[in-house]
């Protein structure tokens, strides 16, 4: 009796198919999870403020939700290794959602230790994002990864964009139905990390990592092939360019979330409402968001590294004018926008190295030592942003992360040049 040899479950000529597919399933996600992220972002490191009445704890807000976001990295790339992607992704916007849950209750009891717990789990929702834009590499064609995963990268320009927004009528909205003041726009969180995880359970199939793999001949997965920091560190020592590209995507976070993090709290410290806190926070992400095509675009044709430099240049910018905006709104707004384009060439053109850098069987776990590295860098970013506000002033804040940006840039443009002169 003769076996019938196997197939792959897609047809070849059907893989674009499938990747638009999962492309579109992922957008849907991040839109819905964007909004979910932006609405607690707007309003964790006020709330904070207000229940601890410290400038230096409110910065514990961001750090908080940075660093669930680095704690839930691992679990994510081990269990997308596994088990392919959606079950990687479940994890976190269900953690998301338990997060929202707790917040809710801490605003209520004016617990604000409770709160900082609750928003480490809201971190989810960000490492959700995060682990997305590598989902959508799995089935790109060679020199198409940076466009793909921009593409999932810049659907989170309407969630995001729109969620801080949506934070002062969640606010009344909470109140009339009986929630704490502020409490509403966790609750409204909650929901659309739910929705979120709903469309990923349901629409993500087939899994891109698990159809890939098959496609690739690589490897099935198993216990002892998949210790992910260990694999992750080794493939790092044997690829170079991959190591760059983490660094820069980790200084590049680092940049971004230390100013943002704490330009909700001097705008409310200068006098500013929360419509115009929201604003700000809003036009900052659109910055984040709504020209990774662009960016996208560019990484796959000029290059990435270019792509890297560039963002450095911009993040350096972003610093000066936030450093030296004193009152006036306008150039923190400007300094805002600035900064969410480097983090935008960073992490979209970093990202797209790294993937193609590492062999698949081996990219979920660099991706979450990436994601890893990223969020704690962030975290520790936000710790110090705090202090310095606390103990010094906005600007030099402005000042430290320029110094960082500039030594990150011109550390990329000597690696370069070193890569060019050695001999082949």
């Not at 953690?95 to 605003?107: E, R, T, Y």
């Not at 590209?245 to 410290?269: D, E, G, N, Q, R």
Request: hydrophobic share 50%; aromatic share 4%; proline share 5%.
């Amino acid at each position: 009796m003769t076996s019938t040899p196997t197939k792959p479950p897609v047809a070849l000529p059907d893989l674009a198919g499938v990747q638009r597919r999962t492309l579109v399933v992922l957008s849907a996600a991040q839109i819905v999870g964007g909004v979910g992220v932006a609405v607690g972002l707007a309003l964790s490191s006020v709330v904070v403020d207000e229940l601890s009445g410290s400038t230096v704890i409110s910065g514990f807000a961001g750090t908080a939700t940075v660093l669930g976001a680095a704690l839930l990295a691992l679990p994510t790339a081990r269990l997308s290794s596994l088990g392919g992607r959606r079950v990687g992704l479940s994890l976190t916007y269900l953690a998301a959602l338990a997060g929202c849950a707790i917040s809710v209750a801490a605003i209520s009891l004016g617990n604000w230790p409770l709160l900082l717990a609750g928003l480490v789990l809201v971190g989810g929702g960000s490492a959700g994002s995060l682990a997305a834009r590598y989902s959508a590499t799995d089935l790109s064609p060679k020199g198409h990864a940076a466009r793909h995963l921009s593409l999932v990268v810049w659907a989170s320009t309407v969630g995001s964009v729109a969620g801080p927004n949506l934070a002062e009528p969640a606010d009344r909205m909470g109140i009339e139905a009986g929630l704490a003041a502020k409490a509403g726009p966790f609750a409204f969180a909650a929901l659309a990390f739910a929705v979120a995880l709903v469309i990923i359970i349901g629409g993500l199939r087939p899994d891109p990592l698990k159809l890939a793999r098959e496609l690739d001949g690589a490897p099935e997965p198993g216990p002892g092939r998949h210790r992910t920091i260990r694999t992750g560190l080794r493939t790092l020592r044997e690829t170079p360019m991959a190591r760059r590209a983490l660094v820069m995507i980790a200084v590049a976070h680092t940049a971004m979330v230390s100013i943002m993090s704490m330009t909700p709290v001097k705008l409310h410290h200068d006098g500013s409402n929360l419509n115009v806190i929201g604003l700000v926070i809003s036009l900052h992400i659109a910055g984040m968001y709504m020209f990774s095509p662009v960016v996208g675009w560019l990484a796959d044709r000029a290059g990435k590294v270019p792509v890297l430099v560039l963002g450095s240049a911009l993040l350096l910018a972003a610093a000066v004018l936030a450093g030296t905006a004193g009152h006036r709104v306008w150039q923190v707004t400007t300094a805002l926008i600035v900064l969410g384009l480097g983090w935008s060439c960073g992490l979209v053109a970093g990202s797209a190295l790294v993937t193609e850098s590492v062999p698949i069987d081996r990219r979920p776990a660099v991706q979450g030592l990436s994601d890893l590295l990223m969020n704690v860098c962030g975290a520790t970013g936000t710790i110090i942003a705090g202090a310095i506000v606390g103990i010094l002033s906005y600007g030099v804040l402005g000042l430290v992360v320029g110094v960082m940006v500039t030594l990150a840039g011109l550390w990329l443009v000597s690696a370069r040049y070193r890569d060019r002169a050695r001999p082949a």
